[in-house]
């Protein structure tokens, strides 16, 4: 089915109003829940022919974050679908207020490669959730997934309803967005992000932006240094570096840097082994351009650890350096250390940058917590831990500035993908007529609403 056909389609379908009624919201979502449990191992499968992603890491940020979306919505979906009272002026008396959460209509969902199963359909479970039809464009830097992806949803959802729209990005998604969508949910880079922006405008079609940035991760002296050595390899090395939330570059006390680097490469080490290439716990680059890249980076500063490179396996080893001169994003498994004396010379570091995706603080110190996380923005947070944040349903999850707009996850998902409508109904047993012309009583109207 061409673009133009499967948008008429969906036009069509959408204005039936056959996707409004919550059963049949909660119908879709269970058939999406089946759908995935059946296709489980090919998705675990596709994510390592794509990226050599371990298993464990590939359920638990990709399979398993959207049986935990799906688990959440069906239980809240009902309630976030109820209209809301709220209160009304006592001069509009007598009126009740509410806000109903409407269904946008169609949407249009753009996925990245670097988790190219869970932030397609993360966004998914939003839409089906708030009542819309839904095209979702995979990468196709990830082809696997992508043609995982699309039997799938072929397999489960009419494409009046769900589809997936293959092919290159370049060329796909210009055409796409000939079309006005009721809200476009784009994950991948700032610059892409940009463009998306740009097509989107004359529509006047609203879009989120789940974008990335230079991740900060702040390292106090006074810490626990093994715990945070631990956690910041794991956060850092998780998918290979290949995260848009991984910690980009790490703001360590003079006092304790050496210590730092000493535990950081002892966790390397337990972790992955002496030879990480042969470690079936680390992923790979996803191709050779963005292995070329990453190389690249290796010669901006000094290698304390790692440094190791395959281009066949297209494998770069967890790095560690310092005196690196990268003022992009790295996306990879490369971590400068820097060292600051003060805090407030890490703060005025960071905020060089434009505003993170996230910011990691290790401390035990709660007045370096307070600090860092007034005085910087970014989009979400985690004290003493990296990654963690994301997984939480509670939380909402999105950028700020550069790094992104709109924000999602559990009912921030839900809200993102619906209208809240304004609905005010007055009775008609009493009719005030100071508010009709000829108009008197001003002196009464000043004091009420003062």
């Known amino acids: 089915m061409s673009i133009e056909n499967t948008y008429q389609a969906q036009q069509a379908f959408f204005a039936s109003g056959a996707t409004f ?24 499968a596709a994510l390592h022919a794509d990226l050599h992603k371990p298993p464990m890491e590939a359920f638990g940020s990709e399979v398993g974050l959207v049986y935990g979306e799906i688990k959440y919505c069906l239980h809240n979906l009902k309630r976030w679908m109820r209209p809301e009272p709220v209160s009304s002026p006592f001069m509009l008396y007598p009126s009740k207020s509410k806000i109903h959460r409407a269904p946008l209509g169609q949407t249009l969902i753009i996925g990245p490669w670097n988790y190219p199963f869970s932030l397609i359909m993360t966004p998914l479970i939003g839409a089906i ?37 293959d092919g290159e990005g370049s060329e796909v998604i210009p055409a796409l967005m000939q079309h006005r969508f009721d809200h476009v949910f784009f994950t991948g880079s700032t610059n892409v992000g940009k463009k998306i922006l740009e097509m989107a405008a004359p529509h006047l079609s609203p879009v989120t932006l789940e974008l990335g940035g ?29 995260t848009c939330i991984a910690p980009d570059y790490v703001l360590v006390h003079a006092k ?12 390397i080490a337990s972790f992955y082994g002496d030879n990480p290439a042969t470690s079936k716990d680390y992923a790979h680059i996803i191709n050779k351009k963005r292995f070329d890249t990453l190389s690249s980076y290796l010669s901006k500063g000094t290698i304390l650890h790692g440094g190791d490179t395959d281009a066949a ?16 994003e790295i996306f990879g498994p490369i971590l400068p250390i820097m060292t600051y004396e003060h805090l ?78 304004a609905v005010m109904k ?10 009709y012309p000829p108009y008197r009583g001003l002196g009464f109207l000043k004091r009420l609403m003062k």
């Open 129 to 165: 959730a708030g009542g819309n039809c839904a095209i979702l464009k995979p990468s196709e830097l990830a082809p696997h997934t992508a043609a995982v992806i699309a039997n799938l949803v072929q397999e489960t959802f009419a494409p009046a309803y769900v589809t997936v729209v």
């Open 256 to 267: 304790v840097k050496d210590a730092l680097i000493t535990a950081m490469k002892k966790a």
């Open 344 to 421: 407030g010379d890490a703060i005025q570091y960071i905020k060089q940058h434009p505003a993170p995706l996230s910011l990691y603080v290790f401390t035990k110190r709660s007045s370096t917590e307070k600090t860092l996380i007034e005085q910087l923005s970014f989009g979400g947070a985690c004290v003493n831990n990296t990654l963690g944040h994301y997984t939480n349903v509670e939380l909402p999850f999105g950028g700020v500035g550069y790094s992104g707009m709109g924000q999602y996850h559990g009912k921030y998902n839900f809200l993102t993908f619906t209208h809240a409508k």
């Open 426 to 435: 007055t009775g008609t047993w009493l009719d005030v007529k100071l508010k």
């Open 313 to 328: 396996n297209l494998y770069i080893g967890p790095t560690l350096m310092e005196n690196a001169a990268i003022d992009e």
């Open 21 to 44: 009624p919550y059963a049949y919201r909660r119908k879709q979502l269970k058939l999406l829940k089946k759908a995935v449990k059946r296709y489980e191992r090919r998705i675990l």
């Open 214 to 242: 230079k991740s900060p991760c702040v390292v106090d002296d006074k810490v626990d240094i093994q715990v945070a050595a631990k956690r910041i390899i794991w956060g850092k090395y998780f998918n290979a570096g290949q």
